[in-house]
């Protein structure tokens, strides 16, 4: 039998009681963007998204486009068959003797609550009709191989037999957009799957020092964000001219400091940045205790620099975790293509990994960087991936 529907499970929407709406709303927007081309019809309900299926060729597609949609927390393919209680035991049986499993269970819920039988009836009435088909079938309520599910509405009842788990979490777009230091390495792009996972749209910023660091690096990014793409379908990424805050720092500032006063440059841009794009927090990849410059003591005085939210979401994670998620959504590879970054080029033999913030403040009165950031936030380049494409925006 061909599915006729997806139904699309909610992420966390129990939690959000008001959201309520917003969240569906959104989500459904989301659904309908992602399935683009494919000519389903989405409907958005208080409890499912129903995608209907133009014909069934188009089911896995539309699954495996789902899967990269956050918000969702499941997506069952559904068949649909009639109320009639006959053509229901059969269209039940057939499904769960298909399945090739030995036992199984029913369980109904009966959104119409005038339809004659009664959700434990309309179990039975299944079960003993599917236990008719095979005799090698058995029920088994506890654990059983299989579950088919019934949802009995106004117009029809709704059959599923599996469900494929979804990325959770909430709608892209939900809680606002972040500015997410994005570096060509493992951690920044998964930090970004986070908080895209979380609903929250990301915008890239790299610091980029040419000619120490070589335009190989924006192609590998421009290739991370295609894949970050099957998350959000529009992703721009700004460049920073960094070259001469760096060599400014490296001219005045005793080595092993230079990490720390140029991540508080870093910070100051990202602010100046976030604040003129409407972004509502700073995101980086940064994991506590990886290198010198992210150990508590050394974000404690990079944090001195801003007040604006600085979103860590790798923070705790294990570097194995981080590659691990880096391999299945794709970035993996490419993020262990040699390059340099602007961190490894000027990386000091021995980096300060608890800095003491009154020296910090002493060796940046050395010189005059504010008229050097200024510099660098107008030469800032914009960089769009849409859908896996470079856009270049007509002028
Ligand atoms: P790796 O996987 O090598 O650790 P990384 O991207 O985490 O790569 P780190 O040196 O650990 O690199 O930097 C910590 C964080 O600082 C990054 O995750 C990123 O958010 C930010 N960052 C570092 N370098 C840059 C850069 N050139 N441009 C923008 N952000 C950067
Ligand atoms: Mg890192």
Known sequence: MNCDYLMVHYGELSTKGNNRKEFISCLTGNVRHALKGLECKVEGKRDHIYVRLPNPTVEEEA?????SVSGIQRISPVYKCSRDEGELAACGASLIRDSMKSTFKVETKRSDKTYPLDSYAICRL?????????????VDVHNPEVTLRCNLREDAAYLS???????????LGMNGKVTLLLSGGIDSPVAAYSLLRRGIKIEG????????????????????LSVLNGFQSDIRLDVVPFTKIQEAIYEHVPEPYCITIMRRMMMRLAES?????K?????????IGQVASQT??????????????ILRPLCV???VEVIETAKRIGTFDISIRPFEDCCTIFKPKKPKTHPNIEHVRRYESFFDFLPLLEEALSGINTIYMSDGEEVIPSK
């Open 63 to 67: 699954i495996a486009r789902l899967l």
């Open 126 to 138: 299944i079960a003993s009709a599917a236990l008719k088909t095979d005799s090698r079938l058995s």
């Open 161 to 171: 037999l599996s469900s494929y788990p979804g990325l959770g979490g909430y709608p």
């Open 205 to 224: 910023l790299h610091f980029a020092s040419p000619p120490y660091t070589s335009m190989a690096v924006i192609d590998k990014l421009k290739d991370i």
């Open 273 to 277: 940045w976030a604040r003129k794009r």
């Open 279 to 287: 972004c509502l927090a700073i995101a980086t990849g940064e994991s």
């Open 296 to 309: 508590l003591e050394s974000l404690q005085v990079i944090n001195e620099v801003t007040n604006y939210p």
């Open 317 to 319: 994670s294990d570097k």
